[in-house]
Nanobody, 118 residues
Framework: QVQLVESGGGLVQAGGSLRLSCAASRSIFSLNNMGWYRQAPGNERELVASIASITSGGRTNYADSVLGRFTISRDGAKNTVYLQMNSLKPEDTAVYYC?????????WGQGTQVTVSS
């Protein structure tokens, strides 16, 4: 099973930026889709951004609430997917999870806390 490890969370003021990283234990981008989800207290986990596998064309998709502010990308040489978050808002506060699904299986990371102060 693929292991995913997130990093890069923290405390930031509204309007600031953070970059989250998700390192995979093996090369998976050719056959697996990658996604970033978030879950705030009392809320369901929601998809923030996703990027399709290379063999599927690599299309990106974003939740309406982050469109134009967040960018998902990946580095195949490092087996790492990123989430660049700009113009952060207090409502972006949540635990952010990395997820992969596809031919190589389905896995979740442990999550990283993002807190945006007003």
């Amino acid at each position: 099973q693929v292991q995913l490890v997130e990093s890069g969370g923290g405390l930031v003021q509204a309007g600031g930026s953070l970059r989250l990283s998700c390192a995979a234990s093996r090369s998976i981008f050719s056959l697996n889709n990658m996604g970033w989800y978030r879950q705030a207290p009392g809320n369901e986990r929601e998809l923030v951004a996703s990027i399709a596998s290379i063999t599927s064309g690599g299309r990106t998709n974003y939740a309406d609430s982050v469109l134009g502010r967040f960018t998902i990308s990946r580095d195949g040489a490092k087996n790492t997917v990123y989430l660049q978050m700009n113009s952060l808002k207090p409502e972006d506060t949540a635990v952010y999870y990395c997820h992969t699904t596809g031919f190589l299986g389905d896995s979740w990371g442990q999550g990283t806390q993002v807190t945006v102060s007003s």
